[in-house]
């Protein structure tokens, strides 16, 4: 929690002094009432109430005041709210290695029936858009609010051959969120002003989702590509998919293709995405929805001044109410 004006913290000095002296008096209260009668005459003349109704009124009223004090500091709070809009780009390894059978049916078939599901469940006001890569990269669906077609465009990759360009991946990407950006600046994307009403368009969150199962072997380095990445403000997550007992038929000959995790994380990690590690469909599925319920929701603080005021009105007419009722009078 954080405050606009705290130092409206310092009303709260006086209900702290107010309700030490609430303590004192009740105090003094009782060594009166002990002096000028005895215990047992006290018990006949004074009806038996329950104790705690005498100080609920008044504990109200210090909650209360509290509430109002804390209002008038303007407190707000991190809220996790749902965008309204936004890029995600799903890159998908095609390499030859992707045709290992450790996963059913393979690889490649699992991650892109996984990756087809995820792209289903995108909000519809999200574009998505579709990468696949090998020895280079392809954007096969420009990012769109039409998820049919990313799906359709999943659903037809198929072996890309030789090589692994995970850097050349992620600067395709780079590339659909400067085209988006581009269109808002011109309009043709219908871009939101900023909240700021400075009329310029607000820049639409992006997110790139790659999945593969080796280290980078052509193209550019994933370095530079995570450098792109953080100067256009996309997020990379990444998947390492596979198991390390993976064989596939390459050149001819079946070879050995464990996961190799390390320049995906560091990839992650140089973006400030996150690093997942999927070793069968289930798990993949599993990644793919956490990875959907963070990109769908962000934190956006959110002032409560309105309903701390509004809690320390209750309060206060909720003590007059009861003392009224109980004691005739208000607190």
């Not at 198929?158 to 085209?179: N, P, Q």
């Not at 043709?188 to 980078?216: C, K, Y």
Request: no cysteine; net charge negative.
């Amino acid at each position: 929690m954080t405050f606009l004006t705290p130092w409206f913290l310092l009303a709260l000095v006086p209900v702290a002094a107010l309700a030490v002296a609430y303590l004192l008096v009740q105090r003094r209260r009782r060594r009166y009432a002990v002096r000028f009668a005895t215990l047992p005459m006290l018990d006949k003349l004074v009806p038996k109430r329950p104790r705690w109704r005498r100080h609920l009124p008044a504990a109200l009223v210090l909650v209360g005041l509290t509430a109002l004090g804390f209002a008038g500091a303007r407190p707000e709070i991190d809220v996790r709210v749902p965008y309204e809009r936004a890029t995600v780009i799903v890159a998908i390894d095609t390499s030859g290695s992707m045709q290992a059978d450790d996963v059913d049916p393979n690889r490649l078939e699992a991650a892109k029936s996984a990756a087809e599901s995820f792209v289903a469940e995108m909000p519809e006001t999200f574009n998505v858009g579709a990468i696949a890569f090998a020895g280079g990269a392809d954007v096969l669906a420009p990012a769109t609010r039409d998820h049919e077609a990313v799906r359709e465009a999943i659903a037809g990759m198929d072996d890309g051959g030789g090589g692994t360009a995970i850097g050349e991946a992620v600067f395709e990407a780079v590339g659909e969120v400067d085209r988006l950006s581009d269109e808002g600046a011109t309009g043709s994307a219908s871009p939101s002003p900023t909240p700021g009403g400075s009329g310029e368009p607000e820049r639409i969150p992006a997110r790139l989702v790659l999945l593969s199962d080796g280290a980078n072997t052509t193209g550019r380095e994933p370095a530079a590509a995570a450098e792109a990445a953080r100067e256009a403000g996309m997020p990379v997550s990444t998947i390492a998919y596979g198991t390390d007992s993976g064989v596939a038929n390459l050149w001819g000959t079946q070879q050995a293709v464990p996961v190799d995790e390390t320049s995906l994380r560091q990839l992650a990690d140089e973006t400030d995405g996150r690093f997942y590690r999927a070793s069968s469909t289930d798990e993949l599925r599993e990644v793919y929805q956490d990875i959907g319920s963070s990109i769908g929701w962000h934190e956006e603080p959110v002032e409560i001044t309105p309903w701390l005021a509004l809690l320390g009105m209750l309060l206060a007419l909720t003590a007059g109410a009861l003392s009224l009722r109980w004691f005739a009078r208000i607190v």
